[in-house]
């Protein structure tokens, strides 16, 4: 039984009613209903035996645990991480009734399909669960697919240990028969790939990303992935590794609004009867700057759902002996525990000090102006002089977004509550607010 309430158990953040978690799988967008599949071990707290988890929503925010999307007692191979993706043109020649098919793809050394005739709820092995892919090298796993809209084909790529870490690129007119076109080979790429049309200055470009979240960006011609790019970028500054606080990231299928949005799987959170718990999603956009594209995210505006109370401040001038926010918490108050803050500062006649919120004991957010770094990561304020920042803060999470999302960094933290914010030299604050927010599981407290 739960309620949702464990201490730790993130209340803006999925986390499965009991079991472990891992990696994200197969998010999709299906008639109005987002599908969070996910790497699950229903029966323990530590990886073992996996299944394929699955929960619902309706606005990306509110999530609802399903039964169980894949079983190894009833779906063959190894139920790994992998993709997913809705057949709206039926290229696949598997609709049968009003659904159109759900295509999930997971397996290690080789790929197998499974396929929805019921809007994702269950699944079938497709041809007795064959291996439709055999990707090359000794180690292979984490297939992801998309429709590639210029040649009108599908494009699955597959993490493998051919000639070091990389990925092999298939192409398939059905997502039954694939052909091996290409690979891409970089020490750094390691597992859970992730490959993304994104729009760059009005035109398509292709992200490819790892587990880690170390993403290039580049040419896709339907065949070849081509990169300049000799290193890659990270979404998160803190980047990997496994059951760390970011990992594992996948993008959403089918979006109905053509926005990229992800989720990627927090491993050090755990309370009695559960393990993990996703990270919240975001909505991320490529942004040229002089150093060339790079990879900004944001909360998802369906937040704003959450918010059940906002005190705004306007332009307020800090000094040393101002402590700002300390009376917006009753350490007694569970619910405060889960908030989101946005804030931006005047920095333009500061060149010296700090400034820091104090979230609750042994977890702060400090800026130093003097050295322009974010909690010991290089920030600079915009070329006008002004910095934004925004904490989303839950019981055992927190994710803190800085210059309109250029800086990402994703975190699990001890339960807490608590909020001040302090100085130690003038300060411009321009304007801030706080929304106390409502918890996701309202209604999805069940047993089981």
């Known amino acids: 039984m739960t309620d949702y309430q464990e201490t730790n158990r993130g209340q803006l953040h999925f986390s499965p009613r009991r079991g472990w978690m891992n990696d994200p799988n197969g998010l999709l967008h299906y008639r109005g209903t987002y599908h969070f599949y996910f790497q699950h071990n229903p029966y323990s707290l530590v990886w073992d035996t996996m299944h394929w988890g699955h929960a619902t929503s309706t606005d990306l925010v509110h999530w609802q645990q399903q039964p169980n999307a894949l079983d190894p007692t009833v779906h063959p191979g190894?139920?790994?991480?992998?993709?997913?993706v809705v057949d709206v043109r039926n290229t696949s020649g598997l609709k049968d009734g009003?659904?159109?098919?759900?295509?999930?793809?997971?397996?290690t050394q080789g790929v197998r399909v499974f396929y929805s005739l019921d809007g994702g709820m269950t699944f079938t092995p497709y041809d007795g669960g064959r291996v439709v892919a055999q990707p090359s090298g000794h180690e292979s796993r984490d297939p992801k697919v998309i429709w590639h809209q210029p040649t009108e084909r599908w494009v699955m790529v597959v993490w493998s240990d051919n000639n070091g870490n990389g990925v092999d690129f298939f192409v398939s007119p059905n997502l039954r028969d694939w052909e091996r076109t290409s690979r891409y080979v970089a020490d750094w790429f390691f597992e859970c790939p992730d490959f993304t049309p994104m729009e760059l200055d009005g035109e398509i470009t292709y992200v490819l990303r790892d587990g880690r979240g170390s993403y290039v960006v580049g040419d896709?011609?339907?065949?070849?992935?081509?990169?300049s790019w000799t290193a890659p970028q990270t979404i998160t500054v803190?980047?990997?590794?496994?059951a760390g606080p970011y990992y594992a990231a996948q993008s959403f299928d089918n979006m109905p609004d053509g926005r990229v949005v992800t989720m990627a799987w927090q491993g050090q959170n755990r309370g009695s009867t559960w393990t993990g718990n996703a990270s919240f999603p975001v909505e991320q956009r490529l942004v040229s700057i002089p150093d060339g594209p790079r990879i900004h995210s944001e909360?998802?505006?369906?937040?704003?759902?959450?918010?059940?109370?906002?005190?705004?401040?306007g332009p307020t001038q800090l000094s040393p002996d101002t402590t700002l926010l300390a009376d917006e918490f009753d350490e007694s108050d569970e619910a405060a525990e889960s908030f989101d803050l946005e804030a931006t500062f005047d920095l333009t006649d500061t060149a010296e000090g700090s400034f820091t919120f104090h979230l609750r004991r042994g977890v702060d957010v400090t800026y130093n102006i003097a050295a322009e770094e974010l909690n010991g990561h290089p920030l600079r304020p915009s070329p006008n002089g002004t910095l934004t920042l925004r904490l989303l803060v839950d019981r055992g999470q927190l994710a803190i977004f800085a210059a309109d999302g250029a800086f990402y960094e994703c975190l699990n933290i001890e339960s807490g509550n608590?909020?001040?914010?302090?100085?130690?030299?003038?300060?411009?604050?321009?304007?801030l607010s706080l929304h106390h927010l409502n918890?996701?599981?309202?209604?999805?407290?069940?047993?089981?």
């Open 78 to 84: 190894e139920l790994w991480s992998g993709g997913g």
């Open 98 to 107: 009003d659904h159109d098919p759900i295509l999930v793809f997971t397996g």
């Open 220 to 227: 896709f011609d339907g065949r070849e992935f081509t990169t």
């Open 238 to 242: 803190n980047p990997g590794p496994a």
């Open 299 to 313: 909360p998802i505006d369906e937040i704003r759902s959450l918010r059940r109370a906002t005190r705004n401040w």
């Open 418 to 431: 608590g909020l001040r914010l302090t100085t130690d030299c003038p300060l411009k604050l321009t304007s």
């Open 439 to 448: 918890s996701i599981w309202a209604e999805a407290r069940v047993s089981g």
